[in-house]
């Protein structure tokens, strides 16, 4: 009966051929976990202030001592959004280690970002990414970007696309150690 089935014109045309397996394959794979691009930093970071949503001023000195990932966002990014869920969780495996993760949102309304991170309840400081805090790090042409800075408060690693917490830990892991 199976094979009747299988034989009628039409259901031969739903059939995709290896090459659009293929394409679909990549296509998803490419959503779910897109490429992202590390490059090895190794420059000092500008002492900014984040003003984060609640209010609170963190100048970037005051966190020497711990590894901090600082990552340049939008709540209109698909991929940031998608990324957002690892960060939460590493953030609460590893933020007693010694990790800070700090997310500087590129918009121009402080409440749209505090109510997107109240609503998904993620717990990591968050704030809005002004321009000497973007040109500290250098230009942000594209988001999501991540910055890795090290105890000493030097960048040493910069990822262009989505984050994801193997990712991460492979990154801090040897900076917590140092």
Request: contains cysteine; charged residues 20%.
């Amino acid at each position: 009966m199976l094979k009747q089935f299988a034989s009628h014109p039409w259901v031969r045309k739903l059939t995709p051929s290896p090459f659009t397996l293929i394409l679909l394959i990549l296509i998803v794979y490419f959503w779910f976990r897109p490429p992202a691009w590390v490059s090895d930093e190794d420059r000092p970071v500008a002492n900014v202030a984040i003003t984060t949503t609640d209010g609170r001023v963190i100048p970037l000195a005051s966190l020497r001592g711990k590894v901090v990932v600082v990552n340049f966002w939008a709540t209109w990014c698909p991929y940031c959004r998608h990324e957002m869920p690892g960060m939460q969780a590493f953030y609460r495996d590893w933020h007693a280690k010694g990790v800070e993760i700090l997310a500087l949102s590129i918009e121009d309304d402080p409440k749209l970002v505090a109510q997107f991170m109240q609503q998904q309840a993620y717990t990591f400081p968050a704030g809005l990414a002004d321009a000497a805090t973007q040109q500290a790090f250098g230009e942000i042409k594209k988001v999501p970007m991540s910055f890795v800075i090290d105890k000493k408060g030097v960048i040493r690693h910069k990822i262009s696309g989505q984050v994801y917490y193997g990712r991460l830990e492979n990154l801090v892991t040897p900076l917590l150690k140092e």
